[in-house]
């Protein structure tokens, strides 16, 4: 199970720094709680990147939840940490090891004082660790969702660390099912309307083999559908360069992916070739970059699009007579251009309602604190029908930016225990 | 003749920090040579005019009759940096799919009716 997007890290440093039992994906305990009696009863595994910052009390928690239900003589927890670099960031960079920006290469000195957590990515090689020590759950702190789904079969395959080509099918795999029900007919565009089941969707199931081949599928019953289409557009979801799909245990080719669809919601891979991992972790650090919001006012007919241009003008000019300073003013109309922009068509010139959407960002908080003060009064003092404002002002947001960045290997090393 | 590419072709798209990528993929395998000569990574920079800061990468997967594509500095910052409402570029699948190209009239016989009405 896969708990942890990229600025999740940071709300869970936040958490952990108030209280030091905290810091770990609370979500994980309830669903522990439920499906363990038939885990243990059945013998599967549960592995998950719930850990967060901190995994130990996240598998304290599990144990706790094993006692109430009885269970304790029958589970070992495995805990997978290490991963969590941001107390030795002033030794790395003391010792030359720059954590630059991937993107901007900018060194990391730039945003040192304001970083918030700094995490390496760890792949599925510690957890098989775990799982060889007997563990049958498995918190990590910050590990690769493809890790989660490629751990197990190393372990059961008995593949070895230079399988290079296993290890990328095993990877591939777990790419296809980290999103939901991304590969089972979830925000799938070919044939939309007719995935059946949408409410009751099943999740994607990896049926594995020894050789490296496997299918996707889903349970019996469930809503959906797993055909080749479907599975392409999760292939190609937050893909790179399609050659070099890199994780810390291999580099898979996403070009030599063969696919077939091997009966009813059942599509088979094979011929996925990989080649050797580099030798570093993928670092992802996250700092704090200033202050945002966004407020918005619906306009209705006639002329709603006039009238919330108007109100934007309305807005914008009284926010540069005030002399604040943004880095960035946005404005948006939804229903006429927020997702597509200047690629939109022209909207219809009786169109019901548009609703206006302008956002600040700013190094300043009392400036976007001032603007949250500017969009209720529109109502009053602006163009006419308005509606929309129930919320009030507009929350003034902290941003925590992501600065993805490269560690060598041999500067971390995963810890594990089991309990 | 001129065809839309919603009727040649599906597509996802996602983020990872500000820039996009979008993967293109063929309805019929016989479209994706159509597609790699005229779905040119200049001609989509130019396709999101006003969206792209940056270049445009492209790379064929020709085992899934696809095009992936990258759309630098195309997300106002990206991640909780950006001030869209598509932060994550998540629609920028069919804002592609608004482009029309050249095709070849024996190869486009209207005969898959685009993504919503494709023949199973």
């Given at each position: 199970m896969?708990?942890?997007?990229?600025?999740?890290?940071?709300?869970?440093?936040?958490?952990?720094?108030?209280?030091?039992?905290?810091?770990?994906?609370?979500?994980f305990i309830?669903?522990v709680?439920?499906i363990l009696?038939?885990c243990v009863?059945?013998?599967i595994r549960i592995i998950a990147?719930a850990?967060?910052?901190?995994?130990?009390?996240c598998a304290?928690a599990v144990r706790?939840v094993a006692?109430?239900?009885?269970l304790?003589?029958r589970i070992k927890v495995g805990i997978?940490?290490?991963?969590?670099?941001?107390?030795?960031?002033?030794?790395?960079?003391?010792?030359?090891?720059?954590?630059?920006?991937?993107?901007?290469?900018?060194?990391?000195?730039?945003?040192?004082?304001?970083?918030?957590?700094?995490?390496?990515?760890?792949?599925?090689?510690?957890?098989?660790?775990a799982l060889?020590?007997?563990a049958n759950v498995i918190v990590?702190?910050?590990?690769?969702?493809?890790?989660?789904?490629?751990?197990?079969?190393?372990?059961?395959?008995?593949?070895?660390?230079?399988?290079?080509?296993?290890?990328?099918?095993?990877?591939?795999?777990?790419?296809?099912?980290?999103?939901?029900?991304?590969?089972?007919?979830?925000?799938?565009?070919?044939?939309?309307?007719?995935?059946?089941?949408?409410?009751?969707?099943?999740?994607?199931?990896?049926?594995?083999?020894?050789?490296?081949?496997?299918?996707?599928?889903?349970?019996?019953?469930?809503?959906?559908?797993?055909?080749?289409?479907?599975?392409?557009?999760?292939?190609?979801?937050?893909?790179?360069?399609?050659?070099?799909?890199?994780?810390?245990?291999?580099?898979?080719?996403?070009?030599?992916?063969?696919?077939?669809?091997?009966?009813?919601?059942?599509?088979?891979?094979?011929?996925?070739?990989?080649?050797?991992?580099?030798?570093?972790?993928?670092?992802?650090?996250?700092?704090?970059?200033?202050?945002?919001?966004?407020?918005?006012?619906?306009?209705?007919?006639?002329?709603?699009?006039?009238?919330?241009?108007?109100?934007?003008?309305?807005?914008?000019?009284?926010?540069?007579?005030?002399?604040?300073?943004?880095?960035?003013?946005?404005?948006?109309?939804?229903?006429?251009?927020?997702?597509?922009?200047?690629?939109?068509?022209?909207?219809?010139?009786?169109?019901?309602?548009?609703?206006?959407?302008?956002?600040?960002?700013?190094?300043?908080?009392?400036?976007?604190?001032?603007?949250?003060?500017?969009?209720?009064?529109?109502?009053?003092?602006?163009?006419?029908?308005?509606?929309?404002?129930?919320?009030?002002?507009?929350?003034?947001?902290?941003?925590?930016?992501?600065?993805?960045?490269?560690?060598?290997?041999?500067?971390?090393?995963?810890?594990?225990?089991v309990l | 003749?001129?065809?839309?590419?919603?009727?040649?072709?599906?597509?996802?798209?996602?983020?990872?920090?500000?820039?996009?990528?979008?993967?293109?993929?063929?309805?019929?395998?016989?479209?994706?040579?159509?597609?790699?000569?005229?779905?040119?990574?200049?001609?989509?920079?130019?396709?999101?005019?006003?969206?792209?800061?940056?270049?445009?990468?492209?790379?064929?997967?020709?085992?899934?009759?696809?095009?992936?594509?990258?759309?630098?500095?195309?997300?106002?910052?990206?991640?909780?940096?950006?001030?869209?409402?598509?932060?994550?570029?998540?629609?920028?699948?069919?804002?592609?799919?608004?482009?029309?190209?050249?095709?070849?009239?024996?190869?486009?016989?209207?005969?898959?009716?685009?993504?919503?009405?494709?023949?199973?």
């Amino acid at each position: 199970m896969d708990y942890l997007a990229e600025i999740t890290m940071s709300i869970l440093q936040k958490q952990k720094s108030r209280d030091p039992r905290l810091g770990y994906a609370k979500d994980f305990i309830p669903i522990v709680e439920r499906i363990l009696p038939r885990c243990v009863e059945k013998n599967i595994r549960i592995i998950a990147n719930a850990g967060g910052v901190n995994p130990q009390a996240c598998a304290e928690a599990v144990r706790a939840v094993a006692e109430k239900l009885g269970l304790s003589s029958r589970i070992k927890v495995g805990i997978v940490s290490g991963d969590d670099i941001s107390g030795r960031l002033d030794d790395f960079l003391s010792r030359g090891v720059t954590l630059e920006n991937m993107e901007t290469r900018e060194p990391l000195q730039a945003v040192r004082g304001r970083v918030q957590s700094a995490n390496v990515y760890f792949g599925a090689w510690p957890i098989v660790e775990a799982l060889k020590k007997g563990a049958n759950v498995i918190v990590t702190g910050r590990c690769t969702d493809t890790g989660l789904s490629l751990a197990p079969m190393a372990f059961e395959f008995g593949w070895e660390e230079e399988d290079w080509h296993r290890l990328a099918a095993g990877t591939v795999a777990g790419h296809t099912v980290e999103c939901g029900a991304q590969s089972t007919g979830g925000n799938s565009l070919v044939n939309w309307k007719r995935v059946p089941g949408l409410a009751n969707i099943g999740y994607p199931i990896i049926e594995a083999f020894e050789d490296g081949t496997f299918v996707i599928t889903k349970h019996k019953g469930t809503g959906g559908r797993v055909d080749v289409p479907t599975v392409k557009e999760q292939l190609v979801y937050e893909m790179g360069d399609p050659r070099s799909y890199i994780t810390p245990d291999c580099i898979a080719d996403f070009t030599t992916i063969q696919l077939r669809q091997e009966g009813k919601d059942r599509v088979r891979f094979s011929g996925i070739r990989g080649r050797p991992a580099t030798p570093f972790y993928k670092v992802s650090i996250s700092y704090s970059s200033g202050w945002k919001a966004v407020g918005t006012l619906v306009y209705g007919w006639p002329e709603a699009y006039e009238k919330a241009k108007a109100a934007d003008k309305v807005v914008r000019d009284r926010l540069r007579s005030m002399g604040l300073k943004f880095e960035e003013v946005l404005t948006e109309f939804v229903g006429v251009d927020a997702c597509h922009g200047p690629l939109s068509s022209e909207p219809p010139p009786d169109i019901a309602e548009v609703q206006f959407r302008i956002g600040v960002r700013s190094q300043i908080k009392d400036d976007v604190e001032r603007f949250t003060r500017e969009i209720v009064p529109l109502v009053l003092n602006g163009p006419p029908t308005v509606t929309g404002f129930a919320g009030g002002r507009p929350k003034v947001e902290e941003i925590v930016a992501y600065w993805p960045g490269l560690i060598l290997k041999s500067e971390v090393v995963p810890v594990i225990e089991v309990l | 003749m001129k065809v839309q590419l919603l009727q040649l072709a599906h597509a996802r798209s996602g983020d990872k920090g500000d820039t996009a990528n979008i993967g293109l993929i063929a309805l019929e395998l016989a479209y994706y040579p159509t597609l790699v000569k005229e779905v040119t990574a200049a001609r989509v920079k130019k396709h999101f005019r006003g969206i792209c800061k940056g270049p445009v990468e492209r790379f064929e997967i020709p085992n899934l009759g696809a095009l992936n594509f990258l759309l630098h500095e195309s997300l106002g910052g990206g991640g909780t940096v950006s001030l869209k409402t598509d932060a994550q570029g998540k629609t920028y699948s069919t804002a592609l799919l608004r482009m029309v190209i050249e095709v070849p009239p024996a190869l486009f016989r209207k005969k898959s009716g685009g993504i919503a009405g494709r023949r199973r």
